[in-house]
């Protein structure tokens, strides 16, 4: 399988999305703004969907549609799916995560499955707190570490930290939320145009 | 680094206030109550009355959240001094002790506290936070049912264990969960909401009626729901395309679908005033929903 690489925009997003919601199971897609290059799979932005009964069908169902609809306006596809649990010493995936990812694995060739290890998420970690899974065979196993790439890692983590530390985090909105308050952006707009302005120094594309 | 009175122009009562509401509203924002609580303490403790106590265990709870033991221990240390006896506080110690993961020596303390007094609620269910904690749901979901047999009415309780048993999956132990909670709260729209998304989960005809119905109550309770809405109009949908209904049926649930579509536009449309893309997406996806209905009806 090809190489995956995650922009600083979406790794930031989903690493704020987890701290967000400290003591509950978040989850969000991964999308893709450029079509796949080679088996190679950019993604370019995330959706944190939902941190309260993630294995529940109606409101999954519902954000992935809207989700859907709002990426074939925006020449984006959804090309995976990320999770976080509330346990952290258990970061494998659950039963849910693999069964959303399935159904994103039906539509797009190349879908991964992350999940976020909450126990490598301290401030000075030294690796992407990221496990990646790809689909072989029907099932999904763990992605060869090499295929995965984040540009200037610590550039990113920094940015991250940062925005953690000068409560950015509120900021994000993710689908229950916008359940909760309609006029909240699940799009995060002017969450993206502050993590743009600080990342604009390290990557060249967002 | 400014202080909470100076930034918000505050004065000491109300902060006391302030407190005294997140104690009352049972609010989880613990970063906030350290902020304000930690102030308060420092600089006005003697002015606080009898309050201070209760003060030094929310202050303690939040700080466990936040990972600041050293102000978790100094109240603490303060409330030991004070209630050097009290099975109250030797729950606070134990607390203490999960929040630095030493779960042995938690549960000892508790066992202690049971020991003296069987009774003693506050107790068990933090022995069973423990093992929730340690990622041991099955056996955390058998502690709590007989926790239950005993403490009936505990609401709390009750709830805990319909998040457990959906987390595992075991949708048809969390309706019947949700349905002790109904019973008990008639008024309470979020919990109809989720039994309907439970049902909804579950699938198949039946409970799909049943999660519409749901729904639909939720909303007659509070018609501001917004999951409400949006799960009527779906189970509407999911029913009115089913081949095994009645054409009767079928009618009236495409009649329930248009009518929460309908409120789910207004809705929108109302937030979004200058949002047109927001509400074309919207439409364009309820569109495709009913192309879709149409074309299996």
């Known amino acids: 399988m090809g190489e995956v690489e995650l922009s600083c925009r979406a790794y930031v997003k989903m690493y704020l999305h987890a701290c967000l919601f400290p003591r509950c199971s978040v989850n969000g897609l991964l999308l893709s703004s450029s079509s796949s290059a080679g088996g190679a799979v950019c993604v370019t932005d995330c959706v944190p969907l939902l941190h309260s009964h993630l294995s529940l069908a109606p409101i999954t169902q519902l954000a992935l549609t809207q989700v859907d609809v709002w990426c074939s306006q925006t020449q984006q596809r959804i090309v995976g799916y990320y999770q976080a649990n509330a346990c952290t010493s258990d970061s494998s ?114 | 680094m400014a202080s909470v009175s100076e930034l918000y122009d505050v004065g000491w009562e109300e902060m006391r206030d302030k407190l005294r509401k997140w104690r009352e509203d049972n609010s989880r924002n613990s970063e906030q109550i350290v902020d304000v609580g930690e102030e308060l303490i420092s600089d006005h403790a003697s002015k606080l009355g009898d309050d201070v106590w209760i003060i030094y265990e929310q202050v303690m709870i939040a700080a466990l959240d936040c990972s600041r033991d050293d102000l978790a221990l100094t109240c603490l240390q303060e409330l030991r001094k004070q209630f050097p006896d009290s099975h109250r506080v030797k729950r606070l110690t134990g607390m203490r002790l999960e929040a630095l993961e030493r779960y042995d020596e938690a549960n000892k303390h508790y066992d202690a506290i049971l020991e003296d007094d069987p009774t003693n609620t506050a107790a068990r269910k933090r022995k069973i936070s423990i093992l929730k904690a340690q990622g041991k749901n099955g056996e955390a979901i058998r502690e709590l049912n007989e926790y239950l047999e005993q403490f009936v009415g505990d609401q709390e309780a009750w709830h805990e264990l319909s998040e457990l048993y959906i987390n595992e999956h075991d949708y048809g132990k969390a309706a019947f969960c949700l349905e002790e909670l109904m019973m008990t709260n008639p008024h309470n729209h979020l919990y109809c909401e989720q039994y309907a998304e439970v049902k909804y989960t579950q699938g198949g005809l039946e409970n799909l009626e049943l999660s519409r119905k749901y729904f639909s109550q939720a909303l007659r309770l509070n018609n501001r729901n917004m999951r409400a809405l949006f799960g009527l109009y779906m189970s509407a949908s999911h029913i009115a395309a089913s081949p095994k209904v009645s054409a009767k049926v079928k009618k009236d649930n495409i009649k329930y679908a248009a009518w929460a579509a309908n409120q789910i536009n207004r809705a929108y449309k109302v937030k979004f005033m200058k949002s047109l893309v ?20």
């Open chain 2, 278 to 297: 927001k509400l074309l997406e919207l439409l364009s996806c309820f569109f495709f929903c009913f192309w879709q209905l149409c074309k299996t009806s």
């Open chain 1, 93 to 206: 995936p659950t039963p849910c995560a693999l069964k959303i990812a399935d159904k994103i694995a039906e539509q797009f060739d190349g879908a991964v499955l992350l999940m976020l290890d909450g126990s490598k998420m301290s401030p000075d970690y030294r690796v992407p707190p990221i496990v990646m899974y790809e689909r072989k065979d029907s099932r999904w196993t763990l992605k060869d570490k090499h295929t995965i790439m984040l540009r200037q890692w610590e550039e990113i983590r920094d940015v991250a930290s940062q925005m953690l530390d000068s409560g950015d985090h509120s900021l994000l909105v993710d689908f229950d939320s916008h359940l909760d308050d309609i006029t909240r952006d699940w799009t995060n707009q002017k969450l993206n145009s502050k993590i743009a302005e600080l990342c604009s120094p390290v990557n060249g594309n967002i």
